[in-house]
């Protein structure tokens, strides 16, 4: 049983897609902090300074009565809130994450077809059409 879990580990599409987790929450991280901190900042500057990550309407208050400042204010004293900016960038974040593996498999797919269309090497006739063809020879001489 460990012999055919070593086997399953170590087989090359196993190991492919581990390294693509990896780099795939590497490029999450990357991809959030691009939205959140590079991104949404000028968009909320033109928008009269609004901070996506604390957009949100109060649907109910909380124990203690409003205005919130923040989403965490508004949790600590109950509110249930509905945090739209929150939204917003996670649905940049998709955007630009589909994007980016949109070109990825476009640049694959290229790849597979340009090796396609590549003419094939002749393939070296069968080992009994080189002994038909020496024998004919042999008969000539």
């Known amino acids: 049983m460990l012999k055919e879990f070593k086997e399953f580990a170590v087989k090359g599409n196993m190991i492919d ?16 902090s691009l939205v959140d901190d590079v991104i949404m900042p000028p ?11 604390e957009l949100f309407v109060i649907l109910k208050e909380g124990a203690t009565a409003g205005p919130y400042a923040t989403i965490e204010l508004a949790k600590e004293a109950g509110a249930v809130t509905w945090n739209l900016g929150l939204f917003i960038n996670a649905i940049i974040k998709f955007l630009i994450v589909a994007f980016a593996l949109f070109i990825v498999v476009k ?29 004919r020879d042999l008969l000539k001489k």
């Open 17 to 32: 897609m581990a390294v693509g987790i990896v780099i795939g929450a590497a490029f999450s991280g990357i991809i959030s």
């Open 43 to 53: 968009i909320g500057l033109m928008l009269g300074n609004v901070d996506f990550s």
């Open 107 to 135: 640049g694959v797919n290229r790849m597979k077809r340009e090796q396609e269309e590549a003419p094939a090497a002749p393939a070296a006739p069968p080992k009994s059409e080189v002994l038909l063809e020496e024998i």
